[in-house]
C-alpha cells in the first residue's frame, strides 16, 4: 500500500518540523519514532505523566535503555493521524513543556 507508506512518511516530516518549530530538541531521528529530549530520566517520566493527564500517551525513557543525560520521551506518528490531531499533539506538548522549563527557543520562520 504505497499510498499509506506516503502517508506515513508525510506526517513524520510535518511532525518533526512542528515540534522544531516549538523550541523541541528531536535529535537525529529519521523514523516515525520521534524521541523529544528532556535530559533527567525524573524529567522524562514527569512530563510523560503530565502529558498523559492531558490525553496524549508519550512514553518516558531513561537510563539504562538510553545514556544518563539523554532521558527524552518517545512518540509515534502513524498513516492515519490527521493534521487536526497532529497539531493538538503539538498543543499539549508545547503547554506542558512551557509549564515544565522544557522548550528550547524556537526556530526562526524559514
Keep these: 500500500e504505497p499510498e499509506r507508506i506516503e502517508a506515513l512518511w508525510d506526517n513524520t516530516r510535518y511532525f518533526k518540523a512542528t515540534l ?3 523550541g523541541f530538541d528531536t535529535g537525529a531521528s529519521e523514523t516515525p519514532i520521534t524521541p523529544i529530549l528532556v535530559g533527567e530520566a525524573k524529567t522524562a517520566h ?4 503530565a502529558l498523559f493527564e ?3 500517551f508519550a512514553t518516558g525513557i531513561g537510563y539504562p535503555t538510553v545514556p544518563e543525560g539523554k532521558a527524552r520521551i518517545r512518540t509515534i506518528v502513524t ?3 490527521t493534521r487536526e490531531q497532529l497539531d493538538r499533539a503539538v498543543e499539549i506538548l508545547v503547554r506542558v513543556a512551557r509549564r515544565m522549563n522544557i522548550l528550547r527557543a524556537p526556530l526562526p520562520a524559514a
Design 20 to 22: 522544531a518549530s516549538a
Design 46 to 49: 514527569a512530563f510523560s505523566r
Design 54 to 56: 492531558e490525553g496524549l
Design 79 to 81: 498513516a492515519t493521524h
